[in-house]
């Protein structure tokens, strides 16, 4: 048995163990990015960094083993601070966006971009209980708002924006029959209230969100990739079959692990802003899996490796790996293979194991 300290409190375990491992087992809450039980260690992100005080040295918790006499600190003022510049370092280079442009400037809030998902799939009555959710039986904002989503939407750099408003206006009417759209437009046009756009509003701006930094044509033109329409754009929504049309020009800017990103929940939790300047080491490019639906962005990815690391035993199919050497060194599809024939059966779990939206679903 190997005798420790972990924040001035005596320990005994077994010999082998991690600080890590010991740590957790002692009930201390450690953060980690790159670390996942059952796989073998990497120590890339250092987010679990410790202190050990006997020799004076930083060590990542996930890989170090556990030492006999070891006097280790895990939250101490210097362990938080370069735990904290561990996450801005891959903030620095984590260039996506947490909500989607129109989704952070609509001043109700609506959840535009799963709503287009919706419509797009054709979905109408989850589209109807989505809208119902948020209006509750409050009036609908769209009749009387200017159309901030509608300008913010990135698809105008492009061509003209995806016609938002009248699509969220649309699904109203439906659901209110007996009050035809433009009827409730006229209303609330011709109604004197102002909407409220400062924070009080905007629940979005108290939460951490990255940003993506200045963007290239050539990346621009990587979120139409994910748009299924054929080219015909509707700019007044009559029924369903339009509404969908125009969905379908959608070309999906937000991050579909927004609800689920250890990353960002790190920022969070640790009161960190994105930083403004971003680092480009990899262009943004959608790669996109048309067996599977699997879809890999590198300007996501942080090189944990877990999704490596979880397929490198896989001997039927080909699996991500990483490629290059270095500070150029990225995770990619083998240099032999094409991406649409990777991961035919292992989508599902590199998506879950991801700590970013790197990897996610086709939807």
């Not at 009080?200 to 990587?222: A, D, M, N, P, Y």
């Not at 962005?297 to 790996?321: F, T, Y």
Request: glycine share 4%; aromatic share 4%.
């Amino acid at each position: 048995m190997v005798k420790l300290k972990i924040n001035n409190t005596d320990y005994e375990a077994p010999e082998g163990l991690t600080i890590l491992d010991v740590a957790r087992s002692a009930g201390f809450n450690i953060p980690t990015l790159c670390h996942k039980e059952g796989l073998p260690h990497y120590s890339s992100c250092m987010v679990c960094i410790v202190k050990d005080n006997k020799t004076n040295s930083f060590v990542p918790s996930c890989s170090a083993l556990i030492q006999e006499g070891m006097d280790i600190d895990i939250s101490g003022e210097e362990v938080i601070s370069l735990r904290r510049k561990a996450i801005e370092l891959l903030l620095s280079e984590h260039r996506a966006e947490c909500e989607a442009p129109c989704k952070v400037v609509c001043p109700a809030g609506y959840n535009i971009p799963l709503m287009n998902r919706l419509i797009t799939a054709k979905d109408f009555d989850a589209a109807l209980k989505l809208s119902l959710s948020e209006h509750g039986s409050s009036e609908i904002l769209c009749a009387k708002c200017p159309g901030y989503c509608e300008n913010a939407c990135r698809r105008k750099k492009v061509d003209i924006p995806v016609s938002i408003r009248n699509m969220q206006l649309f699904i109203s009417q439906r659901i209110n029959q007996d009050k035809p759209a433009q009827d409730v437009a006229d209303q609330h046009h011709n109604n004197d209230t102002v909407i409220e756009t400062g924070p009080k509003k905007r629940k979005l701006s108290k939460l951490f969100t990255s940003h993506i930094g200045r963007l290239e044509e050539t990346e621009l033109q990587e979120w139409l990739k994910e748009c299924s329409g054929k080219g015909i754009r509707f700019k007044e929504i009559s029924d369903f079959n339009s509404a969908a049309g125009e969905a379908e020009s959608c070309m999906h800017c937000d991050c579909r692990a927004a609800d689920d990103c250890r990353l960002k929940d790190l920022a969070e939790e640790f009161s960190i802003k994105d930083p403004r300047g971003k680092l480009v080491n990899s262009p943004i490019v959608k790669k996109i899996n048309h067996n599977t639906g699997l879809i890999f962005e590198n300007a996501k990815c942080i090189k944990c490796g877990l999704c490596v690391r979880l397929c490198e035993d896989s001997k039927e199919e080909p699996a991500l790996c990483f490629i290059h050497r270095g500070f150029v060194s990225i995770i990619s599809e083998p240099l032999t293979e094409e991406f649409d024939n990777i991961l035919k059966t292992k989508s599902k779990e590199v998506i879950e194991i991801c700590p970013t939206g790197a990897l996610s679903q086709l939807k």
